[in-house]
C-alpha cells in the first residue's frame, strides 16, 4: 500500500509540474502532446487542468 501512496504522489507532481510548464506555454512539442493526451483521457483531468489554471490565475 505505502508504493501505492508512493507512486500516486509522484504522478501528481509529474502531473503538476507539467501542467504548470503547460500553462504558461513552456512545454516542449512532446510535452503538449502529452498534455493533450492526458485532457483527451478524462472530464477529471480537464477539471484538473481548468482548477490549476485558475489557482495559478488568482496567484497572479
Given at each position: 500500500m505505502l508504493y501505492y501512496i508512493v507512486y500516486n504522489a509522484t504522478i501528481m507532481i509529474w502531473e503538476s509540474n507539467i501542467l504548470l510548464k503547460f500553462l504558461f506555454g513552456k512545454c516542449t512539442e512532446k510535452e503538449?502532446?502529452?498534455?493533450?493526451?492526458?485532457?483527451?483521457e478524462s472530464d477529471h483531468n480537464k477539471s484538473t487542468l481548468s482548477h490549476l489554471r485558475a489557482t495559478v490565475s488568482s496567484q497572479l
Open positions: 503538449t502532446t502529452e498534455v493533450q493526451l492526458w485532457l483527451s
